[in-house]
Nanobody
């Protein structure tokens, strides 16, 4: 059974930091590119960033470049999103995604709220 389980969300003040984790099971994690997406209320789900299967390189949305860092540990089947200098506009439900060719798996999402 394929599972992607996110954790680490919560409420934080502007300028704060959070680290999200996504634990994968039921598929060959190290073969899949991994991405974080987010969806704010009333808006479409948008890509935050993607890391290659080997973790060699990552790309980011312009809105988070320089503030967010994606990483992965293939030995632990875990994928991370380090979020620094958080802004109110980063408030959203964050989802992890695993992709290999046409196969996509999604986690259930974790809420991140940035507010003073």
């Amino acid at each position: 059974q394929v599972q992607l389980v996110e954790s680490g969300g919560g409420s934080v003040q502007p300028g704060g930091s959070l680290r999200l984790s996504c634990v994968a099971s039921g598929f060959s994690f190290s073969s899949y590119a991994m991405s974080w997406y987010r969806q704010a209320p009333g808006k479409e789900r948008r890509l935050v960033g993607t890391i290659t299967s080997a973790g060699v390189s990552a790309d980011y949305a312009d809105s988070v470049k320089g503030r967010f860092t994606i990483s992965r540990d293939n030995a632990k089947n875990t994928f991370y999103l380090q979020m620094n200098s958080l802004k109110p506009e980063d408030t959203a439900v964050y989802y992890c995604n695993a992709r290999l060719y046409r196969t996509n798996y999604w986690g259930q999402g974790t809420q991140v709220t940035v507010s003073s």
